[in-house]
């Protein structure tokens, strides 16, 4: 599976915006951008995936790139409760009986 | 949505002690499940693959006989920390996938914080 980067932390007002950027430069056609996140003290909640075209519910959009080397999730009006850990993973659609990879992820501090 | 379900959320308990954690998947079958491991201030770090009705998968460094793990069923799957000793404490943390999928997101238990004294 590919590798992201992130960047380690980021802040965020309160009832803004939270863009949050992975890159994946080495992404191969059939793998699938994942979001999570990790509030203090549980487990990973999934947030939002794609593989191309960009995609939203309730909690995210996810915006990738045409050439798909990188993606934001966008938080459209975040909240205190959204203070979390961050991860962008990929992961090829055909590695079912396989693990996703955590790297250290985006450290978002939402502030009043 | 998918739930996993894993219990206990908290187990403290003296050095020597054996200690079984239980990850199940509430409303899908799951013939895969992952167990992972978190120390503080750290991502989580796979320990294991478990398959329902064979032997579990075990990455580099986890010991199997330490870390027993038995998936008898495809909604249940079990982690054993035998002889837990202070340096097993940590935050350990279930996964299942949902559905036949192969892009299907995995599901994670909201973990057990073992500490051991």
């Known amino acids: 599976d590919a590798k992201t980067t992130q960047p380690p932390s980021m802040d965020c007002a309160e009832g803004r915006a939270a863009n949050l950027p992975c890159n994946h430069s080495?992404?191969?056609?059939?793998?699938?951008v994942y979001w999570y996140r990790q509030i203090h003290s549980q487990g990973p909640q999934y947030i939002i995936h794609?593989?191309?075209n960009n995609e939203t519910n309730e909690m995210a959009s996810l915006i990738i790139t045409e050439d798909r080397k990188s993606s934001t999730l966008i938080l459209p009006h975040a909240t205190l409760r959204d203070t979390a850990v961050y991860y962008c993973?990929?992961?090829?659609?055909?590695?079912?009986?396989?693990?996703?990879?955590f790297g250290p992820g985006t450290r978002l501090s939402v502030l009043p | 949505g998918a739930v996993v379900s894993q219990h206990p959320s908290r187990v403290i308990c003296k050095s020597g002690t054996s200690v079984k954690i239980e990850c199940r998947s509430l409303?899908?079958?799951?013939?895969?499940m992952f167990w992972y491991r978190q120390f503080p201030k750290q991502s989580l770090m796979l320990m294991a693959t478990?398959?329902?009705?064979?032997?579990?998968?075990?990455e580099q460094g986890v010991e199997k006989d330490k870390f027993l793990i038995n998936h008898a069923s495809l909604t249940l799957s079990t982690l054993t920390v035998t002889s837990a000793h202070p340096e097993d404490s940590s935050f350990y943390i279930c996964?299942?996938?949902?559905?036949?999928?192969?892009?299907?997101?995995?599901?994670f238990g909201d973990g057990t914080r073992l500490s051991i004294l």
């Open positions: 794609g593989l191309k």
């Open positions: 478990s398959n329902e009705g064979s032997k579990a998968t075990y």
């Open positions: 996964s299942a996938r949902a559905g036949t999928n192969s892009n299907q997101p995995q599901h």
């Open positions: 080495t992404i191969s056609g059939n793998e699938y």
């Open positions: 993973i990929v992961r090829a659609a055909n590695n079912y009986g396989q693990n996703f990879v």
């Open positions: 409303d899908f079958q799951a013939t895969t």
